[in-house]
């Protein structure tokens, strides 16, 4: 036999009742896990290359990079408006091919390249005396590449009838994932004092960047129609989804309905990085310094990563 496209679900649930092998992009388990183990081997790879180049053994190195790891939803987002305007008719800015270097797994190789050009140059500026500190235009060319892509979301949203802007779910967001982290880590040092010792501040951020990941997905997933008057999202990671679906089975139909299926993510995301900022302590740092940075920034991008990409494309709809 051979390859048939389908379009929509419809056609996809007829198939597979027919007996017939259904493929659907999107993530799956093996993807997912695939990613896990290339990223791993990444982060090796970098420790090397930081070395090499004697940078990032500093706590300065996290925070400049900051922008960056809101870059990388944002870009993503870029794209999810591309695909909203090949469904309107309409010529995205970056048409396909070019377009894959803004999708899983390419865009982690595009943001990682940016992010180290702009590393090597800032270092460049600092060591030829042009700046006395890299952390500044390291930080300021995260933030500069990050307004563009914000900015061309918003000129989609002023300018066209696919992406619209809900400003209703961007604060909310950020003020329900700044709360939830307020209360988390009073809760954990509270109970573990401990937990604030190797990580001070850039554990609070770990945690921040994690609760915007869950509560973007809460908003996303169920409260939409409420906030916005359109449609819920649906879960684009293997993770969330196999909560929110296990959710929906196990808790009643009444709570659900009024609950919703997708806060126990919260729940998870903000357990799970508290749990990490824990492990870490003070001897990490000494023993290796740049192994344990890159560590705390991977921990915090796969976090605020996907979390910024769920909650701009909330925002603006797509």
């Keep these: 036999g051979g390859t048939t496209l389908l379009d929509g679900s419809a056609a996809c649930a007829e198939a597979v009742d027919a007996g017939a092998v259904v493929a659907s992009p999107g993530y799956t388990t093996v993807s997912t896990v695939s990613y896990v183990i290339?990223?791993?081997?990444?982060?090796?790879?970098?420790?090397?290359?930081?070395?090499?180049?004697?940078?990032?053994?500093?706590?300065?190195?996290?925070?400049?990079?900051?922008?960056?790891?809101?870059?990388?939803?944002?870009?993503?987002?870029?794209?999810?408006?591309?695909?909203?305007a090949m469904d309107a008719g309409v010529e995205p800015l970056i048409p396909f091919p070019a377009s894959a270097f803004l999708i899983s797994p390419f865009i982690y190789f595009t943001v990682f390249g940016a992010t180290l050009a702009c590393v090597v140059t800032a270092y460049g500026l600092a060591g030829r005396e042009i700046v006395d500190d890299y952390a500044r235009p390291l930080f300021g060319m995260g933030v500069g590449a990050l307004a563009l892509a914000l900015g061309y979301l918003s000129y989609l949203?002023?300018?066209?009838?696919?992406?619209?802007?809900?400003?209703?779910?961007?604060?909310?967001?950020?003020?329900?994932?700044?709360?939830?982290?307020?209360?988390?880590?009073?809760?954990?040092?509270?109970?573990?004092?401990?937990?604030?010792?190797?990580?001070g501040f850039a554990g609070i951020l770990i945690i921040w960047g994690h609760a915007v990941d869950g509560v973007a997905n809460v908003i996303g997933l169920n409260w939409m129609p409420a906030l916005t008057g359109t449609p819920n999202l649906v879960p684009k990671h293997v993770v969330n989804a196999l909560?929110?679906?296990?959710?929906?089975?196990?808790?009643?139909?009444?709570?659900?309905?009024?609950?919703?299926?997708?806060?126990?993510?919260?729940?998870?995301?903000?357990?799970?990085?508290?749990?990490?900022?824990?492990?870490?302590?003070?001897?990490?740092?000494?023993?290796?310094?740049?192994?344990?940075?890159?560590?705390?920034?991977?921990?915090?991008?796969?976090?605020?990563?996907?979390?910024?990409?769920?909650?701009?494309?909330?925002?603006?709809?797509?």
């Design 38 to 84: 290339v990223l791993l081997g990444m982060l090796v790879g970098v420790v090397f290359l930081l070395r090499r180049l004697d940078i990032g053994n500093e706590l300065r190195f996290f925070y400049a990079l900051f922008p960056f790891m809101l870059l990388g939803g944002a870009l993503r987002t870029v794209e999810d408006a591309g695909i909203a």
């Design 157 to 199: 949203a002023a300018a066209t009838d696919y992406v619209d802007f809900y400003p209703v779910v961007l604060v909310s967001t950020l003020v329900i994932a700044t709360l939830a982290t307020a209360v988390t880590w009073a809760l954990a040092t509270r109970y573990e004092p401990t937990v604030r010792r190797g990580t």
């Design 243 to 318: 909560i929110v679906d296990w959710t929906g089975r196990l808790l009643p139909d009444s709570v659900v309905a009024v609950t919703g299926d997708a806060w126990p993510f919260l729940l998870v995301k903000l357990a799970a990085a508290t749990f990490v900022v824990w492990v870490f302590n003070g001897e990490m740092f000494e023993e290796s310094p740049r192994y344990t940075l890159m560590l705390l920034i991977t921990v915090l991008a796969v976090g605020l990563g996907p979390g910024s990409r769920d909650m701009l494309r909330a925002t603006f709809g797509i």
